[in-house]
C-alpha cells in the first residue's frame, strides 16, 4: 500500500512537472513570437481556423501567361466570421494575341472554405498596364485543391478582366472552379475550416 501511494505522488508530481515545462515553454514561444512579430503580421501568430495558400499559373495555351499567388488566412479566432480574413492575392496575365498585359495586388476581406474547397474575395489595392481599372473593386477566386492540377474559377469570368467588374460585388463570391491550373507550374493549398 505504501509503495502504491509513492508511485501515486511520483506520477503526479511528475505529471505536475510536464505541465509546467510546457507551460512555461509555451510562454518562452509566445513571448518569443509576440517580441518577433509586428503589428501587420501578428494576426497569423494566431491558430489558424482556415488558409489558401499558394502560387499556380493557369492552364493556358502559349502566349497566355496567366499566374496567381495566394495567401489568404482566417484566424481561429474569427472562424465564425469570413470577412475578418487577411492577406494577399497577386495576380499577372500577359497575353501575345490580343496584346494584353499587367499586375494586380489585393487585399483579402473574405475566405470561405468546405473541405478542398475555397472562395476569397480582395479589393485591388495596386495595379498596372491593363488591370489598372481595377483599382479599387473586389475581385473573387474559387479553388478546388486537387494536388497536381487545380481547379479554378474568377468573378470576371463574364465579363472579360477585372477592370469590368461591378463596384458594388459583395464579400466572398466567385465563380464555379471551370479552369485549370497548369500542371508543374505550382500548387495552391487549402486549409479547410477547423
Not at 30 to 37: G, H, K, L
Not at 85 to 106: C, D, Q, R, V, W
Not at 148 to 155: A, M
Not at 160 to 189: E, Q, W
Request: charged share 25%; with cysteine.
Amino acid at each position: 500500500m505504501h509503495r502504491r501511494s509513492t508511485l501515486i505522488r511520483v506520477v503526479a508530481v511528475g505529471a505536475t512537472l510536464l505541465t509546467l515545462a510546457g507551460v512555461a515553454g509555451s510562454a518562452t514561444a509566445s513571448d518569443a513570437t509576440a517580441s518577433d512579430a509586428t503589428a501587420s503580421d501578428a494576426p497569423s501568430a494566431a491558430r489558424e481556423a482556415a488558409a489558401l495558400t499558394g502560387t499556380a499559373k493557369l492552364d493556358r495555351p502559349p502566349g497566355d501567361d496567366a499566374t496567381v499567388t495566394i495567401d489568404a488566412h482566417l484566424d481561429a479566432a474569427d472562424k465564425n466570421d469570413p470577412r475578418k480574413a487577411h492577406g494577399t492575392i497577386k495576380l499577372s496575365h500577359y497575353m501575345t494575341n490580343p496584346k494584353f498585359g499587367g499586375s494586380a495586388e489585393a487585399r483579402v476581406d473574405c475566405l470561405l472554405t468546405g473541405g478542398k474547397v475555397a472562395t476569397v474575395s480582395a479589393v485591388v489595392t495596386k495595379a498596372d498596364g491593363g488591370l489598372k481599372g481595377a483599382i479599387g473593386k473586389r475581385l473573387g477566386l474559387t479553388i478546388h485543391d486537387q494536388g497536381k492540377q487545380d481547379r479554378f474559377g474568377y468573378s470576371w469570368a463574364m465579363v472579360g478582366i477585372p477592370n469590368d467588374l461591378p463596384d458594388d460585388m459583395p464579400k466572398c463570391v466567385s465563380a464555379a472552379p471551370f479552369d485549370k491550373t497548369k500542371p508543374g507550374s505550382g500548387d495552391l493549398h487549402v486549409l479547410p475550416m477547423k
